[in-house]
């Protein structure tokens, strides 16, 4: 369960969101919509802990959540299996054959990283999430740089492996993942009505 209530955050100290309510159970998930400069990573930067709410309350269970951002994350000079081989250990964990089949990348277990063209690296980066088998996933602009299938290939992921096995997510994209997620508009959450981005609201609203 993830329950945010009236989360208030700002952005290099000037506020840019308020009162932002939801609640997410068990196997949903969230995508949040919104222009460039909403407040999408903001946002997501608070509920994973990486900066301080303004105001408001979260309830999730400790320790069982990860983020994801544009940064892919993986390690130049170390293959793509021992990239995972890596998270893996990290978390104490075994690695899953099956993660490398999901994100597509089993073809290239003995690659270095580094030499991974910008879409292979995302996918890898990707790939992380199915090793370390956090329960609540924020992950800002996923499928950057991946082409059309891989981006289905994710959304199943998503769907089928995390979502199936009772996870949540809360996901800021432009795109359509294929996933039957609730949609928010964080426009209406604006801490600055008059800012062209959109106007400051309390409601399920921004819900669609
Ligand atoms: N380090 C920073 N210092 C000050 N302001 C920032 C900083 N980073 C972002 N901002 C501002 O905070 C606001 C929210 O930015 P944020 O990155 O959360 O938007 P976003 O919805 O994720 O945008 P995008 O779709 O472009 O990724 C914007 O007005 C942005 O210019």
């Known amino acids: ?25 068990p196997g949903e998930a969230l995508v949040l919509r919104g222009p460039n400069g909403a407040g999408k990573t903001t946002l997501l930067r608070v509920l994973a802990g990486l900066q301080p709410a303004d105001a408001g309350e ?3 269970q ?44 089993a073809h290239l277990e003995h690659r270095l990283a580094g030499n ?3 879409g292979q690296k995302r996918r890898l980066g990707l790939a992380r999430l199915g090793v370390i088998g956090r329960k609540i996933l924020f992950l800002d602009e996923p499928t950057v740089s991946l082409d059309r299938q891989s981006v289905a290939r994710f959304g199943a992921w998503v769907r089928d492996r995390h979502l ?17 997620a609730r949609e928010m508009d964080i426009t209406a959450f ?3 009505p008059s800012r062209p981005e959109g106007r400051a609201a309390q409601s399920d609203e921004a819900f669609l």
């Open 164 to 180: 199936a096995a009772g996870g949540i997510a809360v996901i800021a994209t432009h795109i359509d993942l294929g996933l039957e």
């Open 58 to 60: 979260m309830t999730m």
């Open 1 to 25: 369960m993830l329950k945010v209530t009236n989360l208030a955050c700002s952005r290099g100290g000037v506020p840019v969101l308020t009162g932002v309510s939801f609640t997410l159970a």
């Open 190 to 192: 604006r801490a600055d």
């Open 62 to 105: 400790a320790g069982d959540s990860a983020y994801a951002s544009h940064a892919d994350g993986v390690k130049s000079a170390l293959t793509v299996r021992e990239n995972l081989q890596f998270w893996a250990s990290l978390y104490g964990l075994p690695l899953p054959d099956a993660v490398l089949v999901d994100f597509d990348i």
């Open 116 to 118: 991974l063209s910008a």
